[in-house]
């Protein structure tokens, strides 16, 4: 039941089988890269030095994952949340609203409608975010089963 209420939230964002084409995008101080064609990701992970980082890449949508819940969630235009760590391994489904992430490190990226964010770093320094265009940030929250694939694929050398 809940698989399908993912599915249906990728679905009615537009995404499923088709190629998320926004430009470049901004990733670790500003270098600009595309990923190949697919649904756009970003994994937000803490690594060993406690500090969240991001990786880009895409969804694998032949993986499937075992999920324990669906929440969402609307923020109004020109938004903000400071420093904070994801209370749980979840996917981040945007369905509108422009958003530039940043980690303590200075890595940035921007999630665009149709975007997914893997958000895994629940310890350390944590992200921020904010809204960067006239539109509220709608999302869905899809709670991953501890120790579930996760479907991302970083893309090469990424």
Do not use: C
Not at 57 to 82: L, M, N, Q, W, Y
Not at 117 to 132: A, M, P
């Amino acid at each position: 039941m809940l698989r399908a209420a993912a599915a249906a939230v990728v679905v009615a964002a537009g995404v499923v089988g088709t190629s998320v084409d926004a430009g470049p995008v901004a990733v670790t101080g500003g270098e600009s890269s595309s990923v190949r064609p697919g649904i756009r990701a970003y994994k937000l992970y803490t690594g060993p030095d406690h500090v969240t980082h991001v990786l880009e890449g895409t969804i694998d949508e032949k993986d499937r994952t075992d999920v324990i819940a669906i929440h969402f969630k609307e923020t109004p235009a020109h938004s903000a949340e400071d420093w904070h760590v994801s209370p749980e391994l979840q996917y981040v489904i945007t369905l509108s609203g422009t958003l530039e992430f940043t980690t303590r490190d200075g890595e940035t990226f921007v999630v665009r409608p149709g975007d997914v964010v893997l958000s895994e770093d629940n310890v350390g320094t944590g992200h921020k975010w904010r809204l960067i265009d006239d539109q509220p940030w709608r999302r869905a929250y899809v709670a991953l089963r501890p120790g579930a694939s996760d479907s991302f694929v970083a893309k090469p050398g990424g």
